[in-house]
T-cell receptor, first 113, second 111 residues
Framework: EPEVTQTPSHQVTQMGQEVILRCVPISNHLYFYWYRQILGQKVEFLVSFYNNEISEKSEIFDDQFSVERPDGSNFTLKIRSTKLEDSAMYFC???????????FGAGTRLSVL | GESVGLHLPTLSVQEGDNSIINCAYSNSASDYFIWYKQESGKGPQFIIDIRSNMDKRQGQRVTVLLNKTVKHLSLQIAATQPGDSAVYFCAENEGYSTLTFGKGTMLLVSP
């Protein structure tokens, strides 16, 4: 069964450093999403991406965040200068068309020290 | 979007019991609802979905019930198994908006 793949599974970084979280969505999907989940809290929407541009973003997705689809398979989330409060699980999701089921990756655990 | 919440943070059942996990939503315009299962260390896994033109939908061992009058969604798991132990999230959206997730209910199944 096709799946969304995320790397790394765990990223440890120092406060102020840049991190790039990587995702390989399901190959024929066109809509891509990043979510985050702080430990013990609900999954929160960060950003959606379609046709090589951001289609929607939340208040969490400030200027420190950016997304990119550098090639035909990868979808990345960059945090320019990490803060302690960025520590969370980050999930990538993709769908083939709107109103379809979003499939999630296993997540990247980001630990900012 | 408006918030989606869950009544019970933890539900403990015995293997073989039927489980019911509840979810209240506040956006009366929501027209699509999904239940996800999240096992420890994994991402949310789709279980079942339902659109607002339906009030019940059945899958394999799972049933979702939607009561739009009171804005309530439930997930019923028949003959619960230890492998069903996980956190269950409901999520909703309106039209093409992004999904809004509830906090989750942990289901613990004892053998």
């Amino acid at each position: 069964e096709p799946e969304v793949t995320q790397t790394p599974s765990h990223q440890v970084t120092q406060m102020g450093q840049e991190v790039i979280l990587r995702c390989v969505p399901i190959s024929n999907h066109l809509y891509f999403y990043w979510y985050r989940q702080i430990l013990g809290q609900k999954v929160e929407f960060l950003v959606s991406f379609y046709n090589n541009e951001i289609s929607e973003k939340s208040e969490i997705f400030d200027d420190q965040f950016s997304v990119e689809r550098p090639d035909g398979s990868n979808f990345t989330l960059k945090i320019r200068s990490t803060k302690l409060e960025d520590s969370a699980m980050y999930f990538c999701a993709s769908i083939g068309s709107p109103r379809n089921i979003q499939y999630f990756g296993a997540g990247t655990r980001l630990s900012v020290l | 979007g408006e918030s989606v919440g869950l009544h019970l943070p933890t539900l403990s059942v015995q293997e073989g019991d039927n489980s019911i996990i509840n979810c209240a939503y506040s956006n009366s315009a929501s027209d699509y609802f999904i239940w996800y299962k999240q096992e420890s260390g994994k991402g949310p896994q789709f279980i079942i979905d339902i659109r607002s033109n339906m009030d019940k939908r059945q899958g394999q061992r799972v049933t979702v019930l939607l009561n739009k009058t009171v804005k309530h969604l439930s997930l019923q798991i028949a003959a619960t198994q230890p492998g069903d132990s996980a956190v269950y999230f409901c999520a909703e959206n309106e039209g093409y908006s992004t999904l809004t997730f509830g906090k989750g209910t942990m289901l613990l199944v004892s053998p």
